[in-house]
């Protein structure tokens, strides 16, 4: 009889910590789908969103209200049936913005640019053309630095790392000539796009 009493008790005891375990189990899983609905939208994670692709400008070949900081703001749509800022999204409503790099062009070309250097940079109508217009005077004194400077300056052209004074990066086709700086660091190859 004891025996039965044990097993008795034991099976009430079994039953009860399986009812508190629910418990816990369904108020977290009531926490845990508060907090999706609380969190907000352009904290989601890659796939669970997607974003537009920035347009493109015609005539400069580049992205369309691109900043001077190199950025283009794009739409980013959450994917269908995910909750964010406490709407149930369907895929294809808006759900928040996000900030995309590009290249920020004014209207300075790169192949104009090259030619007044390499025909006209002994007296610094290149750095005239790119908005240098005190060191535009000192290399058209000099006859380029003594053309050792207007070699230099040609080569710095060329390979793009001698820019425009506001900042820009050169007009170029959009399939065009752009050099994108490389460097390895620990066995690595790695693209220096936007740090020039």
Request: hydrophobic content about 40%; charged content about 15%; overall charge positive.
């Amino acid at each position: 009889m004891s025996k039965n009493i044990q097993l008795k008790n034991l099976k009430m005891l079994i039953s009860a910590l399986s009812h508190v375990f629910l418990t816990i189990l369904l108020v977290q899983k009531a926490a845990c789908v508060d907090s999706w609905k609380k969190r907000n939208c352009s904290e989601l994670r890659i796939g669970q969103f997607n974003c537009s692709t920035p347009k493109i400008d015609p005539q400069k070949q580049n992205e369309l209200n691109c900043t001077k900081d190199g950025l283009v703001l794009v739409e980013c749509y959450p994917a269908k049936n995910v909750i964010c800022d406490n709407k149930i999204f369907d895929g294809n409503t808006v759900g928040f913005y996000r900030n995309l790099k590009c290249r920020y062009v004014t209207n300075y070309n790169y192949q104009t640019t090259v030619l007044l250097s390499i025909f006209f940079g002994i007296f610094g109508v290149d750095r005239f053309y790119l908005g240098y217009y005190s060191i535009g005077v000192i290399k058209a004194c000099t006859f380029g630095f003594m053309l050792i400077g207007y070699l230099i300056e040609m080569l710095m052209i060329i390979t793009q790392h001698l820019g425009p004074a506001d900042g820009s990066k050169f007009l170029v086709d959009h399939y065009g000539q752009i050099l994108y700086t490389q460097g390895v660091y620990n066995n690595k190859t790695l693209n220096f796009t936007f740090l020039i």
